[in-house]
């Protein structure tokens, strides 16, 4: 049976949203449903922090979902710049139309001046298309990995939803987008930005959280195998790893151990498919010198 598609004014409550959420398999607890259901009542961007994996961009796709709304991705990285992330103008097309246009004998410069910046060769990215788009889901995916003068800029962007085009004018949202920032806290980012968003922080799930997530997206795998691999996990957690797994390696730790026909995670196997959960190789040899995963 389809999901239904939902307007973000027809969602009384957190707990409703919640529900929402988990008929597409993700399970919000009470303080990351009211963060999210607060943002889309109140119109204001939501900006998720957390270790890498505990489902800050998981979130965003499954919102999308909810809306029926496209998901529109700007993944940031060390020298983005505002034209990487609004529009560019298509020059090789503009190139095309002008040898056209000579080759027909145009002659009215300014003219030809005019259609070369016309909307049909300007190239909308991620944060002009969220503008444009109505209903959209904006994800802006690792914000920390940007430089600051990005990070003013989006400031800028997300104030009004308004960007001016000096050959076209300017542009407005008739329908601001579900703006959806995250971070997995590489360096600290500007108060500033976080003062126009709703902040949450998302924790590693606890035990019963990551048991019902792992049977909810892995039907397949044994209750045993589950309970083991969410105790095993939560142990990885606490054993001063350069990178903790997140509930997105214990997924695919277990969708390994499914693969294999495993019915409960002996040691041996456990050692043998660590590279699903742990991808340092100095967290897997503390691991085994440890003894983690022996520990009841």
């Not at 204001?44 to 890498?52: D, I, M, N, Q, V």
């Not at 710049?81 to 246009?101: C, N, S």
């Not at 298309?129 to 802006?140: H, M």
């Not at 151990?257 to 959960?277: H, M, N, Q, Y």
Request: one cysteine or more; a negative charge.
């Amino acid at each position: 049976m389809p999901h239904r598609t939902i307007r973000s004014s027809d969602i009384r409550t957190p707990a409703e949203l919640a529900g929402l959420l988990g008929e597409r398999a993700y399970l919000a607890d009470d303080g990351l449903a009211t963060a999210c259901f607060l943002a889309l009542r109140m119109g204001r961007p939501l900006f998720l922090e957390g270790e890498a994996g505990v489902g800050k961009t998981e979130l965003a796709k499954t919102l999308a979902a909810v809306l029926g709304a496209p998901l529109i991705r700007l993944q940031c990285y060390e020298g983005l710049d505002a034209a990487q992330a609004l529009y560019d103008w298509d020059f090789a097309r503009q190139l095309l139309h002008l040898k056209a246009a000579e080759a027909t004998g145009a002659t009215d410069a300014a003219r030809l001046e005019g259609e070369l910046y016309d909307r049909r060769f300007l190239i909308a990215r991620p944060l002009l298309r969220a503008l444009e788009t109505q209903p959209s889901v904006l994800l802006v995916d690792e914000i920390d990995r940007a430089d600051d003068e990005f990070e003013a800029f989006l400031l800028e962007v997300l104030s009004d939803f308004t960007i001016s085009i000096p050959e076209l004018g300017t542009i407005s949202a008739p329908e601001p987008p579900v703006v959806v920032v995250t971070s997995n806290r590489t360096r600290d980012v500007h108060d500033a930005l976080k003062r126009r968003c709703l902040y949450h922080w998302l924790e590693h799930p606890t035990f019963d959280r990551e048991v019902a997530i792992l049977l909810r997206r892995l039907p397949g795998c044994s209750e045993t195998l589950v309970g083991q691999v969410a105790g095993a996990a939560q142990r990885l957690r606490g054993a001063g790893l350069v990178k903790p797994p997140g509930v997105a390696e214990t997924l695919d730790w277990a969708e390994a151990l499914l693969t294999l026909g495993a019915r409960d995670l002996d040691p041996d196997l456990a050692a043998t498919t660590l590279g699903a959960v742990l991808k340092y190789r100095e967290d897997q040899q503390t691991v085994l010198r440890d003894g983690v995963l022996n520990r009841a």
